[in-house]
């Protein structure tokens, strides 16, 4: 498909995670991660309507391996809720590598969607924690605000985003990844189970050029 995909009223941008911890430098340093700000700083100029998602966790968390004596990050146990793959400590509430990229340039954004909050569930998707039933709002909210087709960037392809599409799409609403807007982590073979995921349910995955 070559035509460019108009964008409207009923159409918002979901910018996933673009935190310091996140880019070179932070402690949970996605490969390249800090390619996705000037797109994003492009792209957010052709949406009215911007939402950013902000990881956003307590000391001690349960996803850090740290929380876990004898274990690694990248790792992955078994809690709860099934299986979580345990990180470095990250985008900890209130520290420097919880805040946005600085070079971020989305002042017209509407709302700032916190996740992973809760210290023993962590939350890669912006509409459903990783125990798959606690909701964070954010389906409710675009829904009363009549969004009805939602584009995703940020950060990581591979877990954040694909997630939060997925949700997404599951709630109801027509997604599309912007792919050239993400970096993805790659862990045991993340990257091709995500596309395959999104695929296999219908979420498109597009370039920045095809928007608007
Ligand atoms: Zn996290």
């Keep these: 498909m070559n035509e460019k995909i108009a964008i409207g009223d009923g159409d918002i941008l979901l ?36 939402v950013l998602t902000q990881d956003w966790h307590p ?6 391996a740290s929380a876990h004596p004898g274990s690694k990050p990248y790792e992955t146990i ?7 793959v345990l990180w470095p400590d990250h985008c900890v509430q209130g520290t420097p590598g919880a805040e946005f990229r600085n070079d971020l340039q989305i002042p017209h954004a509407e709302l700032v969607l916190r996740k992973g909050y809760h210290k023993e569930i962590d939350s890669y998707s912006a509409f459903y924690e990783n125990d798959r039933k606690t909701p964070t709002g954010l389906a409710g909210y675009l829904r009363e605000r009549g969004f009805k087709r939602i584009f995703l960037a940020g950060l ?15 709630e109801g609403f027509s997604v599309l990844v912007i792919e050239d807007a993400c970096r993805g982590i790659d862990v045991a073979g993340s990257m091709s189970a995500s596309r395959q995921a999104l695929s296999a349910r219908g979420v498109r995955c597009v370039s920045i050029d095809f928007i608007g």
């Design 15 to 50: 910018v996933v995670d673009v935190q310091n911890d996140f880019c070179p430098g932070g402690s949970l340093a996605v490969p390249h991660a800090d390619e996705v700000v000037l797109p994003i700083n492009r792209l957010v100029l052709r949406f009215e309507h911007v």
């Design 156 to 170: 990581a392809f591979d877990f954040c985003v694909r997630y939060s599409a997925e949700d997404a799409h599951r």
């Design 59 to 64: 000391r001690g968390h349960q996803s850090f």
């Design 78 to 84: 078994n809690v709860a809720y099934g299986p979580q």
